[in-house]
């Protein structure tokens, strides 16, 4: 056996996992991936087990298209010879600080997996199709040792399934793609505004009046928690109060803060309807909402959300502020801590823990409360405020701030935020506080057609962020594995790349895509919730397939072109110049491609400027480069266009202004232009 | 207003409706769709109104991008001015001969639903939303005035979800496809040697031992039955017995015909394992599940399947042999017959008629059973036999010979086969017995990656055979329509267009996939079962995720190649030859481009004989198209290369081979070839 140890992290190694193991040691031999593949359970098998070893055989002859002999483990101890052999020591609990390590040792003769737990092996074995590789003819594992577990036992993700619902089968093969990167904790954020998920048989006007018709069967929500608990992921429920309760306050009016009448919010936003915090009926309802979750979800965690209630009706409520003076209630802060007290009494009562946003955190709330730290420098808290008070106040909690995978973002953005930071000034214990994170998906701007398009694969960058040790951070390297886990994630039926086509297929009325899908590269919705300002362009039932909706974080092309353009202003080589202006020609066409499908498609009048725009500036671009002195007016030219490629269309923005930009600056210190105006030109960029 | 009557059916005409309505009165102004738009629905709605407005509002905004203010249809009269406004009488019933007629005006301000059931007024919204067109600026409903209903009652797609289990989504994607071109029949193959798939409470090992773990629980199955109700198809299960019942029998052998040890079947074909007859046990065990079933499917008719029982067990079995002999049962047929009976007198004490196999059709057999027809010249029968056959003796029937999708078949194979032709003997009576037909989609060769792609588009243009009147069979105008109704079809989530790029992405390892798009643009995978000879090439676990799965049927690069032949053939038109050239040069540049991914996935080694073969032919194609007078070694060539590419490869043939040879045969004639070994190969072609 001859193995060379990865110290550390390596960039230039092959393997494209994702998370990064703690420990890698890999070798020289292989083991070929033949028909005869087989793989025996030495403990008694868990259905855990079953199910993560059987769809192993069914992904791993997928992507190789070898016909294997046995489509499911033995636990037989009379198969000699069995590929890979496993074993662990008792099936996992579903709670925080389980034990998820796993050893995954390869050599040119067998594959072994050793776990304490059964939720081990799974990790165990989607570390093992990660390794997957091929020569020529034939696909193999390579010799390898590893030894992994997480470090931080809080790997999350958050769906808002209120905003927009999402079937079952989005959360199904969101589930899959969770355990595919060793995620652990599915956030289901199930009512809001906008809607309540959740059939309830003790008030069941809630899902009949709050939901259009879509929401989940207590049946169905066990077999999601059931699916969950199969890939080793616990489910948190949330019931967001006593804001955010739009929906709840359509069924029971009698429990809100104002005497009117409520109807589902179709918008986004924060809005006035608030539960009365003084009335016993609000506890009686939640009480028994709470008792039948309870049974529904065995997780110890149960999120009362508690977020962005700022109090209106309550201010404007007689009654209301009788109660507050009667019982020195100086602040609508304190009055809903006064609510949320009781709430996690009543949870208390079934065996829960109360989970909440961070504004749950007050002096009176029990370090029993899992704090989940959400605010930043963009809502005027300093960053992980929060999540460090918390820890220091003696509260477990949990990260948000920096994972919104729905403000449309940079992976990178995400990517280099720590929940503890090399810097920090915090005692071990108090870092023991912090579990870890999650990645929020909320849905006022996704359907179920576009939801995996803005969770992934972003999101798998975040679990590494969760499972991997913070050295972790060559960004070069998570970009090029990402790219593989994004593909790869199609095995599992996540729809992020398939469905861009749908909807640009959609956008022409089934012409030629080609032109679009060149836009695609280089637009990205608009981030930050600037695509819906105020949260009044989009109502919940307006149209999400169009041309932003096709469009995604880290569009492929601008991020080449960044990268040719800062290796040309390093280099000036020629190569990575005729790359450049082979982009640049692409794009130059663009217009003419884009304008034999407009009389197709009226929608694609909207988007016409954006093709004409990047032709325009890309054909002077090339005109620049081409000439040996460019004119004062070809530079003209270019800045007054960059000016309307700057501005967003469709709420879309070509993301490679700043690039343009910046080979410009370069071209004229190329071109050795001295007078005046290009001075003036270069310093304006 | 200004109408100008389609007689009967115009190839010209501009609208791309399927199925076509029984009468279409075209007029010249235009409705255009706005925010503004709005229904109002004029009698009390029912839940089915409610999906169906809800589920129109969004597909429309959604592939206009119009940003309607109204989400959702109002009932309230106080609504002035709305756009659509919908009146019926009475819900309709999921019952045979139900009235699902409906008629439709547009008019240049409003239009106008009628229809008796609320069934009839689902598919006057779909025919309404087939009718969106556009001009340059906007999306538009011509004025138009249609009045429809089915031509047959029974419209059905029978899904096979044993072989492969399909999850709940592809059923309710599949439901939605159906209702979008008015099917009204759902025929759940849920049971077979590979797989038991229905939850049973009263004999649960059924589907433990019998399923993988793979079983619609009864909740499952009510929400598929809901599902489709609101879409106005009935839902009609089937439990196959006394063959193909290796599932049955995994997990209570005792009810077998042999003494042996049972297990789930891997493979595809006709197997041996059969229930026992003569045994109590199996009608207590069937009983009872046919119970808890018929409380689970409200429809009147049960499907006991009963085909393809070859009694090889039976006759092996003393006991059995004994029991017909006492009984003075002297065929096996007939000893299928007394269980038959039986079946029927369980199902009858539930309300249920019973529906099988054309097998079931003994003289003994009610005639209150359905009978469906399937085999054809094939199997050695005439066609259509059974179907007239029990049309004559008072049954009533249904055809499903001639519509077996899974054979891959081209669509118009399908498309021409009527279950009533125009030359029949029947008589009015025996005609009205014929109650329409069903497409089959047997599973064995799918999984839910590829099972739309096999369904659609050409079940649409099935649907169109069921509805539309007998005089509809124009091909090109099919043709043209279904391309349409194709790429709608994605609207609704149906997956056949976009997991061909998926499949690929896979089998390149995420390279280019463009020279692999050329290649399944002219393959098809093999047809009529050629594909898994013997049933034992393909286990049930076997990849499907191959070359052979992203083509389909209907190639649409030999479909195109195909027409440019046969018009180059009638018209020696120099732009047409050029359009060939075109696609000669596409094809012969293919493998230089296939041969730069081969390094990156070892699967490709099989496909390459493929792209080298269509390079080489289309090589030698254009150097004959290209010189005045070819030489024999060229034609020499092009005969050898025609050999090679009339060999099936991985799964899939060439389906040019033939629109080759013709091509050669037209050029020899213009090169005027007139030696003797151009006349030969001409021949020989």
Known sequence: MSLFAISGFSQTNSLNLMPWPQEVILGSSILEIKPDFTILVLTKSTKRIDVATTKFINRLGGRTGVFFENGFAVSNNELKNATVEISYKRAGE??????????????????????????????????????????????????????DSPRFTWRGLMIDVARHFQPIDVLKRNLDAMAAVK?????????????????????????????????????????????ASDRGIRVVPEVDVPGHATAILTAYPEIGSKDTIYSIERFSGIFDPTLDPTNEKTYKILGDLFGEMAALFPDTYFHIGGDENEGKHWDENQKIQEFKRKNNINSNHHLQTFMNIRLQEILAKHGKSVMGWEEIMTD???????????????????????????????????????????????????????????????????KARILGGEATMWSELVTNLTIDSRIWPRTAAIAERFWSSGDIVDV????????????????LGITHIRNRDVILRNITNNQNIEPLVTLTKVCEPLKNYSRNAGGTEYKTYSPFTLFADACTADASDAIIFKELVNDFSLTKNENIKAEIVSLLKKWASNYSQFSQLKKGSPILNNIEPLSKNLSEISTTLLSILNSKKPTKSEYENFNQQLLQIEKPIEDVELIIAKDLKKLVAILIDEKKGSDNFLEKVKKSN
Chains 1, 2 share one sequence.
């Not at 939901?211 to 929500?221: A, M, N």
């Not at 008070?389 to 995400?414: E, F």
Request: hydrophobic share 35%.
């Open 94 to 147: 579903l709670k925080i600080n389980e034990d998820e390590s796993y050893q995954l040792q390869v050599s040119s003769t067998k594959i072994t997996i050793n776990a304490t737990t059964d939720i081990g092996v799974i990790y165990a074995l989607e570390t093992l199709l990660q390794l997957v590789d091929n020569n020529l003819n034939s696909y193999y594992f390579p010799e390898v040792e590893i030894n």
């Open 183 to 227: 995620m652990n904790v599915f956030h289901w954020h199930l009512t809001d505004d906008q809607g309540f998920r959740i059939e309830s048989k003790t008030h069941p006007k809630l899902h009949q009046l709050g939901s259009d018709g879509l929401y989940y069967t207590q049946e169905q929500i066990k077999d999601i928690v059931q699916y």
């Open 364 to 430: 009176n709330m029990p370090t029993s409360a899992l704090i989940h730290s959400w605010k930043g420098s963009n809502q005027g808290d300093m960053l992980k405020s929060s999540l460090f008070k918390a820890a220091k106040n003696g509260y477990n909690t949990v990260l948000s701030n920096g994972y919104y995978i729905d403000l449309m973002q940079p992976v990178i953005n995400h990517y280099l935020v720590d929940p503890i930071p090399k810097n920090n000034n915090l005692s071990e214990l108090e």
């Open 476 to 491: 070069l390297s998570m970009y090029k594995r990402l790219d593989v886990v994004s593909f790869r994630l199609e095995e």
